[in-house]
């Protein structure tokens, strides 16, 4: 997976990526992050890439010349036209599912705007997809690419050394993740819990299940909905959600029959 990040603070980019676990893929060769500087396709002497809208108003917008010039310029390099990413909090917000089928691609483009965005004639001729990481607004989209791309490359095999670990957490499957322990095994009064010390391994695989599922339930309850949950699964949730409620009861006063 190659990705091409057209910003004019590509350092921020790359710094950004350079470390832990993207950073290890980067120097195995698995991934490649490449900054391209807008700016060096100015044709201004003082390299300005941004002017005052048209209409008036506030800020400054980028140019489409120099936009469009750079993503031009890696296309003939590249032989190829890959799709462009354009990081917006207008677009479509981004989730697991999207970084998988993204993940399939060989190279991305991740455009990022600042200023007031860019100008909307750019956006028409090069973008293939808008992409927004939530409903906040940031300065610019280079946080935005940065979180994509992390996302996207642990999905990229070889990335990840177990490459189960991908499969197994948070939001596979639509559950979240089970609680982890490791030692010591008393914290502060707090103790593992026992069914983890005592390497039945069935027992463990049946109550990290049941606690994504009650995990799911109170943190992400929306999330239930699209789980494939099994007979098994199904009945634990049941019961999760008639204790709740008889709770919810008990609290209200409430005779249930
Ligand atoms: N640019 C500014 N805010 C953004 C957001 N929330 N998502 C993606 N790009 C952005």
Known sequence: MNYHILTLFPDMVLEGLNTSIIGRAVQKGIIGIHGINIRDYSKNKH??????????????????????????????KLGKRPRVL??????KVFSQKIARELAQEEDLVFLCGHYEGIDERALSLIVTDYLSIGDYVLTGGELPAMVMIDCISRLVPGVLSNEESAQIESFYDNLLEYPQYTR???????????????????????????????????????????ASLSKKDREFLRELTEISQERACVQENIVIE
């Open 86 to 91: 354009y990081m917006t909090p207008q677009g």
């Open 47 to 76: 390299r300005q890439v941004d002017d005052y809208p048209y209409g008036g108003g506030a800020g400054m917008v980028m140019q489409p010349g120099p936009v469009c010039d750079a993503y031009q310029d890696l296309c003939r």
């Open 184 to 226: 010591p095994e008393t914290y502060e009064g707090l103790k593992v819990p026992e069914v983890l010390l005592s390497g039945h391994h069935k027992n463990i695989e049946t109550w990290r299940r049941q606690e994504s599922i009650k995990r799911t339930l109170e943190r992400r309850p929306d999330l239930l909905e699209h």
